[in-house]
């Protein structure tokens, strides 16, 4: 039977945990605008108490930069005139430009404005806000979840900021961009071991992701192979999949730690390996519980690969299917 992307994405199903982190999403969302932000505001204020993103180089905040130098001229009621733009997805100027940003530049554009909060250059919260019980409600449930969950949270909500500008037609996109590469943080380690696990393109996909060796990355794909990463759709064929690695996978440290393997009749292989992600935002303080559920077809290539991160680190040994 052929294999579909569709049968992929069940694989392992049934060892599942539901993630907090929709849910707590789901509550922010329900936020007036206002109070999207000052739940932003405190969120990222208690999580600096321990925690703090790595300040992003000079080439990536450049990207950034004239959105931020025309936000430091406003007044306040514009500035936060801006930020009620990008929380609201409006069709204004800078949400406009905002939208067109990769992940990692629409980070790097928040820490910058988080550091001006600090400063006292911009505003955090709108002038007369009074904060609704709302806010407390989400703050609370996302001091329930672990550093690695929180940071998942922050940067889905700043993913989702800005108006949305995928179903504009190409002439209006601006003139793409390289990606700055991120600095490593920790050497790659050269040789991966995986407990249980000793399938060649699974060792050499941990390895070429931990060299942002994106093209050995693919080249491990069949051409109608499939990544999907957490909470998202597929991403379908080598070019697609290449151009998200390039924009959002750069720097990441994976440390895949046990897995299983199940041969299936085809000859194709179903695999769930568990471990730690670390974002080169935050470096070694934050690790991400996560999993790779792997369909490897009987060539021995990647057709489906799907990421999810996992509800609590117990859930790290959930390997077997009940
Ligand atoms: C200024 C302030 C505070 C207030 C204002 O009102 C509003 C906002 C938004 C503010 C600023 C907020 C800021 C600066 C937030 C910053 C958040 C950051 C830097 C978050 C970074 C998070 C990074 C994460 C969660 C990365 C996760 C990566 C993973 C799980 C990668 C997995 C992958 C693997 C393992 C693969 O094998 C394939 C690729 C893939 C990437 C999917």
């Known amino acids: 039977m052929a294999l579909t992307i569709q049968s992929a994405q069940n694989i392992f199903s049934n060892t599942q945990v539901p993630s907090p982190i929709p849910a707590t999403i789901a509550l922010f969302d329900q ?52 930020m009620r733009d990008l929380a609201n997805r409006a069709d204004a100027p ?53 550093p690695g969950q929180q940071i998942t949270v922050l940067r889905n909500t700043v993913v989702n900021m800005g108006f949305d500008t995928s179903d504009l037609g190409p002439s209006s996109y601006p003139k793409a961009v390289e990606e700055p590469a991120f600095a490593r943080t920790a050497p790659s380690i050269s040789s991966v071991k995986i407990d249980g696990v000793t399938e060649p393109a699974v060792l050499s996909y941990i390895e070429a992701m931990n060299a942002d060796n994106f093209d050995k990355a693919i080249s491990l794909f069949t051409p109608e192979g499939a990544l999907q990463p957490p909470f998202q759709k597929p ?35 179903q695999l769930k390996i568990t471990g730690v992600v670390q974002t080169p935002w935050f470096g070694v303080t934050v690790g991400m519980n996560i999993a790779w559920r792997f369909l490897i077809n009987p060539e021995g290539k990647i057709f489906f690969v ?9 859930e790290l040994l959930n390997l077997r299917r009940v």
């Not at 739940?39 to 000079?58: F, N, Q, V």
């Open 235 to 269: 991403i379908v064929g080598h070019k697609a999949i290449a151009k998200y690695m390039r924009e959002e996978a750069q720097g990441l440290n994976m440390m895949p730690k046990q897995g299983i393997c199940e041969d299936q009749p085809d000859g194709s292989k």
């Open 31 to 82: 936020l007036s605008v206002d109070d999207q932000l000052a739940y932003l505001w405190y969120a990222y204020t208690e999580m600096g108490k321990t925690i703090t993103p790595a300040a992003p180089g000079a080439a990536r905040l450049q990207l950034a930069e004239s959105l931020l130098t025309q936000i430091k001229k406003m007044p306040q009621e514009e500035q936060t005139q801006v």
């Open 94 to 146: 800078i949400s406009r430009s905002y939208g067109f940003f990769s992940v990692n530049t629409k980070l790097a554009f928040w820490y910058e404005l988080g550091e001006l909060m600090k400063q006292g250059v911009v505003t955090p919260i709108p002038s007369g806000y009074q904060m609704s019980p709302g806010v407390q409600v989400v703050l609370e449930a996302t001091k329930k979840l672990d």
């Open 306 to 314: 799907a990421i999810d991160m996992l509800a609590s680190p117990e």
